[in-house]
């Protein structure tokens, strides 16, 4: 079932969502402050692509470290509050049907990951 979810995700909008994010971290990377959000951006992209089947897990000691507060803070500022948002009106408009449901949680476990990318991890 999971890989039904991943091939419809891709083939509606997945796909380019997760090349686009790539290629946005690229051009974040293009500076030296801008490598690692640049990364965030691109483990994002990589998340966008097959997210049926995997929970987003907090990395070990990340919740503590200043540094990811700090970074995840600056991340929401410039970057997260757009993708979050474009994610919670993707998954609300998907929730109104019932063959949505199961994308609209795909949506909502990406804000999570888009939010607050620093310290986390879809596996």
Known sequence: MNLLGNIIWL???GFITGVG??????GLCLTIVGIPF?????????SMFTPFGKRVVVKPGADDNTLTVVFNVIWIVLFGWEIA????IHAAI????????????QHMKLLVMSLLPFGRDLR
């Open 11 to 13: 083939i509606f909008g």
């Open 21 to 26: 994010h790539i290629v946005g971290g690229l």
């Open 38 to 46: 640049g990364i965030q951006a691109i483990k994002l992209g990589f």
């Open 85 to 88: 948002i474009a994610h919670l």
């Open 94 to 105: 998907l929730a109104i049907t019932i063959v949505g449901i199961p994308f609209a949680q």
